[in-house]
């Protein structure tokens, strides 16, 4: 099944507004701190990044049969890494976070790519991140333009 299905779609795309929103903030409206406005975005950054590897855990323990073996360690490990990304982003200065979120972003979509390809997750979830990821990556790259030059 390649079509993505409604729920996932619909759901995604309802996920790119405070990305979408938070970045028109930045570039339009004066009346709010910039600052707020960032540490808002990178908040729900490293949080959607922390998702995306719950995608991958959830994935990975639903479908290994042997728990014991190194595949399941592999698979877990990346899973936690989108959350101890979007964590040390938390910790850095606004610019640099979301350099660090951005680079986050795309390499867990090249990750779910190789899984698309894999079989280990459906087609229809690479066209769905495809789409999401684009969005999220030029939201970041907007927004860190606005903070490196407005700031």
């Given at each position: 099944m390649s079509r993505i299905p409604p729920a996932p779609l619909v759901l995604g795309l309802a996920g790119l507004i405070p990305f979408i929103v938070l970045t028109l903030a930045l570039w339009i409206v004066d009346d709010l701190p910039r600052f707020s406005l960032v540490s808002a975005l990178l908040a729900y950054g490293a949080v959607i990044l922390s998702f995306l590897g719950g995608v991958k855990w959830g994935q990975a323990i639903a479908t290994?049969?042997?728990?014991?073996?190194?595949?399941?360690?592999?698979?877990?490990?990346?899973?936690?890494?989108p959350s101890l990304l979007g964590w040390v982003a938390l910790l850095l200065p606004?610019?640099?976070?979301?350099?660090?979120?951005?680079?986050?972003?795309?390499?867990?979509?090249?990750?779910?790519?190789?899984?698309?390809?894999?079989?280990?997750?459906?087609?229809?979830?690479?066209?769905?991140?495809?789409?999401?990821?684009?969005?999220v990556t030029l939201?970041?790259?907007?927004?860190?333009?606005?903070v490196l030059l407005l700031d």
């Open positions: 290994e049969n042997d728990p014991s073996t190194g595949s399941l360690w592999r698979a877990l490990s990346l899973a936690v890494c606004q610019a640099s976070a979301i350099l660090l979120l951005l680079t986050g972003f795309i390499l867990q979509y090249l990750l779910d790519r190789h899984w698309v390809k894999t079989n280990t997750l459906p087609l229809w979830y690479g066209k769905l991140r495809l789409i999401l990821t684009s969005v939201c970041l790259t907007l927004s860190m333009v606005c």
